[in-house]
């Protein structure tokens, strides 16, 4: 049976500059960094008394207002981190005075893959002439300012819009080069989201940022994820936009806070902007960040997803609970992915399909055929943990073609299909405030649905067309 959380993480690993571990468990959650914990800086003092002279403290990132305590070489032991378990249990129950929260915890690490995040599977190719699911919607003349949209993801591919006219305007400030021979993995992600931004939204104007890029597999530690995304922000000519679309995050150790991020999210309360974030593809009710904030506020909107099939349903990947505020589709959505030319790119799938039986254990005439089982793939990062040498498991592995247009699932995108439905609030009603744009949309079109049985809130392009899905 695949393991996918060990291939996610051996994948986000080997691309990270900085050693990673998990819990090992049945249940494994969330990566962080190796033998390293976090403490505020007006915490760090009694953490240091607490851990006592073993740990070295490091040096304090000012911006971010965090000290980074070095608890072990995280190469002397490569499966073991027991002094950050250590250093926690010294630290114990200590709460920070002012939030209450913890005065240490692990360095999480954000990503947008889908043992923390997104995306739920590995994108497919659709057949020359497939329309996209959602339709586009037709361009308006819109007076007055412009709605503005940060997709903040693994960047944009250079030249998408010569292939794809409504990506025409998309911005970035670090282009990826488009993909010759095998597709780097996750690299069209944050392509794919700008994409459905633009085709149900086509006024909005858009720009991706390449944050949490593909080279380091959409992935970054808390600490300099939260700092980075500040500086992003703060030097965005214009100022912070109306929309953050973000599909990242991660599970928490203690299910309490994220402190690398806390800087941001404090700031986000103070803005005007609205963050519209994934809820994550763990099929938990576990409060993932930064979208299990939205229970903070209205300055975050958190989003789960549906599945494609009719009956307003969710995906059986989607994280759900009190603190996931509205659902979307987000299951096999079809969207820009590659450009157009006369050698198309390659894709080696990493992941193998689930035999027999869905990824979350979900009954099969409740679900129809998942996303993890059809379809069937066969993948190097499952060949290779079943003792495949790498250049066999290269060479079993499934490839495919990619002409322009993939299939693929994720809160990663129920995410942007939801911003782009409150751009489109805001420009139909001319509100210019987001959050009360994002209200005033679910009390308006709002559908009722139904996640693990009990009822939800869901937001349905006019683009969108549910079908029932046909293995092939």
Avoid at 154 to 164: A, E, M, P
């Amino acid at each position: 049976m695949p393991d996918r959380f060990k291939e996610q993480f051996d994948a986000i690993n080997e691309a990270s500059p900085r050693p990673l571990a998990y819990i090992p468990g049945d249940d494994p959650r969330f990566i962080y960094e190796k033998g390293t914990i976090l403490a505020r800086g007006e915490d760090a003092a009694e953490v240091a008394e607490a851990i006592g002279a073993r740990f070295e403290r490091t040096a304090t990132r000012e911006r971010a207002g965090l000290v980074r305590f070095q608890t072990s070489d995280p190469g002397r032991h490569p499966t073991q981190d027991h002094q950050v378990d250590d250093a926690l249990a010294a630290v114990g129950g200590r709460r920070n005075g002012r939030t209450g929260a913890m005065m240490a915890t692990r360095n999480h690490v954000i990503s947008i893959t889908d043992t923390v995040c997104c995306p739920g599977d590995e994108p497919d190719p659709v057949p020359d002439g497939t329309p996209l699911n959602p339709a586009p919607s037709a361009p308006r003349l819109v007076e007055g300012l412009p709605v503005r949209v940060l997709v903040v993801d693994t960047g944009l591919v250079k030249d998408i819009d010569k292939t794809f006219s409504w990506l025409t305007g998309v911005t970035t400030d670090d282009p990826l080069e488009p993909e010759r021979g095998l597709i780097d993995l996750y690299v069209g992600h944050g392509t794919f989201i700008a994409s459905l931004i633009k085709t149900v939204a086509p006024d909005a104007t858009v720009e991706v940022d390449n944050l949490l890029p593909a080279q380091l597999s959409g992935a970054r530690p808390e600490d300099e994820f939260g700092d980075d995304l500040l500086a992003v922000l703060d030097a965005l000519p214009g100022g912070w936009p109306d929309i953050l679309s973000l599909s990242a995050g991660t599970d928490s150790a203690d299910g309490d806070t994220l402190m690398g991020l806390e800087r941001f999210i404090d700031r986000l309360a103070l803005e005007r902007t609205l963050l519209v974030a994934a809820a994550g593809n763990n099929g938990s009710t576990q409060r993932f960040y930064p979208a299990a904030w939205a229970d903070r506020g209205d300055h975050v909107l958190s989003v789960g997803a549906l599945r494609s099939a009719p009956g307003l349903l969710d995906a059986c990947f989607t994280n759900h609970g009190s603190w996931v505020k509205v659902y979307a589709p987000g299951e096999r959505v079809t969207a820009a992915f590659t450009p157009m030319d006369d050698s198309p790119p390659v894709y080696r799938y990493q992941h193998s399909s689930y035999p027999g039986r869905c990824r979350w254990l979900t009954p099969q005439d409740a679900y129809g055929t998942c996303t993890c089982q059809s379809p069937r793939r066969t993948g190097r990062r499952t060949l290779k943990d079943s003792g495949m040498s790498p250049a066999n498991a290269d060479f079993q592995a499934d490839l495919r073609t990619f002409t322009g247009l993939a299939r693929w699932s994720g809160t990663s995108f129920a995410t942007p299909i939801v911003a782009a439905m409150v751009v489109n609030e805001m420009i139909d009603t001319g509100n210019r405030d987001p959050r009360e744009a994002a209200r005033t949309l679910i009390g308006k079109q709002a559908l009722n649905a139904t996640v693990r049985g009990m009822p939800a809130r869901a937001l349905v392009p006019s683009g969108w067309q549910f079908f029932t899905y046909q293995a092939p």
